[in-house]
């Protein structure tokens, strides 16, 4: 990881220490550092408005299936990847309904599917969060991830 990154760590762990931290906070955790690009801001980002706006925090997170938060990075991945090869995709939702979600989707009321970059970013948002998921479970010695599918 780079300094900037190991200092932009830092910062987001001491400002969630104390608890959520203000999004005035958050937002100067996040621009506070001179990302090559703004991919990293960007996935970081769509992350914490996942947790603080929506309030898909860890505890939330443990109470689906270890495999819900993959697939529904997969399905914008897929959804992403149909539109860089110059597909349609999936349909944008419509005065707040989501659109008809695809197969691996796990939750029917939540795609909201995007431009290809912007389905990219919510994908890796997604995985930092199976992937805390898993930290979360490899520390609880009783907590052992189910079989793909499995619910």
Same mark, same amino acid.
């Given at each position: ?5 190991d200092? +932009? ?7 969630w220490?104390? $608890? &959520?931290?203000?999004?005035?906070d ?7 550092f001179?990302?090559?690009?703004g ?5 970081? $980002?769509?992350?914490?408005?996942q947790?603080?706006?929506? $309030?898909?925090?860890?505890?939330h ?5 270890p /495999?819900?938060?993959?697939l ?13 090869h110059?597909?349609?995709?999936y349909? +944008? ?7 008809e979600?695809?197969?691996p ?6 795609f909201?599917?995007? @431009? +290809? ?15 805390d998921?898993l @930290? ?6 009783d /907590? ?6 499995? &619910?």
């Open positions: 990881m780079s300094r900037a990154g200092a +932009a760590s830092l910062t987001i762990h001491r400002l220490a104390d $608890g &959520r931290p203000t999004d005035t958050t937002i100067g955790a996040i621009y506070e001179q990302f090559s690009n991919a990293l801001a960007d996935v970081l $980002g769509e992350r914490l408005d947790i603080f706006r929506h $309030g898909f925090d860890a505890d997170d443990r109470a689906h299936p /495999t819900d938060l993959p529904a990075a997969l399905t914008y991945l897929e959804d992403a990847l149909t539109k860089l110059g597909g349609e995709g349909t +944008a939702p419509i005065l707040g309904t989501a659109a979600a695809p197969a989707w796990p939750w029917r009321d939540l909201r599917p995007a @431009d +290809a970059r912007t389905n990219m970013v919510k994908a890796c948002a997604l995985l930092l969060g199976a992937i998921r @930290d979360s479970a490899a520390a609880e010695p /907590t052992a991830p189910c079989a793909y599918g499995a &619910r």
